[in-house]
């Protein structure tokens, strides 16, 4: 099946060119570095963006207040969009980021807010510059001989600094199916116990060494909830950089409706046709899991395939 519309933070690949042949030709990088068009996006060490105070949009820093405000800082490039070169340009906890929001007249805000708020191109930035940013913090020590890292490729890989070893690290991203499972005209849903009142949905786990993607949907739901399945079909993907996953979509479908909790993972998990989907909505005990993932959109797409039903109207409501 193909995904109706781009989930959050998708789609990015469509303005951006990220110029991946570029990054070591150090002169190129620095030039569009130093270009009076660069823009930089500012994360702070925990990784959330500055967006301009008044304003649902990020707050970029040109070369020159990049220069003038933060001439230490570390930067990575981004890419190319629009024709201006982009980079994410990185502050530690020495960096005083209260004079910093009010030297810009900004705002600091994390991912799973701003993604709901900022236009589809920034919110798929920030999550590139989150993933990037959460790398990069994390992986200092080489895995093999454990010396110190360096950042080489524009902060796109990290080399071993022992001379003997010179290991090269890149970024990683954890994959994770995540599924919405049918049987007979309704869809299964789970909830976990820590979620607020009411919160259903679809099942999700990561991909385990030497696992399909559509070995692992089969896998997961049968731990989660001791449901098997058999067909089970790609529908789209979430890069997910909280803080370094990757979210591929499935349908599937039950070979049968019993449902056994397994693992502990789950509290609940029931059986919903659309119409209890709806009932349930309209008064008030479901709640859907946020629009800004990818399970909301597998749940929007099963609705409208099934039974012809728009999820944001009635979560509108």
Not at 68 to 85: E, F, K
Not at 136 to 153: D, I, Y
Not at 199 to 220: Q, W
Request: charged share 20%.
């Amino acid at each position: 099946m193909i995904a109706t519309k781009l989930n959050t933070f998708a789609g990015l690949s469509l303005i951006l060119d990220r110029v991946a042949e570029q990054r070591d030709a150090a002169d190129w990088v620095r030039a569009k570095a130093t270009a009076h068009d660069a823009r930089y996006l500012l994360l702070d060490a925990a990784g959330d963006a500055f967006l301009h105070s008044q304003e649902e949009a990020l707050r970029w820093l040109d070369a020159g207040e990049r220069e003038r405000l933060l001439p230490d800082a570390s930067w990575s490039m981004l890419g190319i969009l629009d024709g201006r070169p982009h980079f994410m340009l990185l502050l530690d906890q020495d960096h005083d980021v209260a004079a910093l929001e009010t030297a810009l007249a900004a705002r600091r805000m994390g991912l799973r807010e701003a993604g709901l708020l900022l236009p589809a191109d920034e919110a798929g930035l920030f999550a590139y510059a989150k993933g990037l940013a959460h790398w990069q913090r994390e992986t200092r020590f080489c895995a093999r001989c454990g010396a110190p890292l360096q950042l080489v490729s524009s902060g796109h890989r990290a080399q071993c600094t022992n001379s003997d070893c010179g290991r090269l690290h890149f970024p990683r991203t954890d994959a994770a199916i995540i599924v919405i499972v049918e049987y007979q005209g309704a869809c299964l849903l789970g909830r976990q116990a820590g979620w607020p009142p009411g919160r259903y949905s679809t099942l999700a786990g990561f991909v385990e060494p030497g696992e399909s993607l559509e070995d692992a949907v089969r896998r997961e739901v049968a731990e989660e909830a001791g449901v098997i399945v058999g067909d089970a079909h790609y529908h789209s993907s979430q890069p997910w950089p909280m803080p370094a996953s990757l979210m591929v979509g499935f349908t599937a479908t039950a070979l049968s409706p019993t449902i056994r909790l397994r693992d502990g993972e789950l509290e609940d998990a029931r059986w919903f046709t659309p119409q209890q989907i709806i009932d349930s909505l309209a008064d008030g005990s479901l709640k859907t899991p946020t629009r800004l993932s990818v399970s909301y959109q597998l749940l929007s797409h099963w609705l409208q395939q099934r039974a012809g039903l728009d999820l944001d109207a009635w979560v509108a409501h």
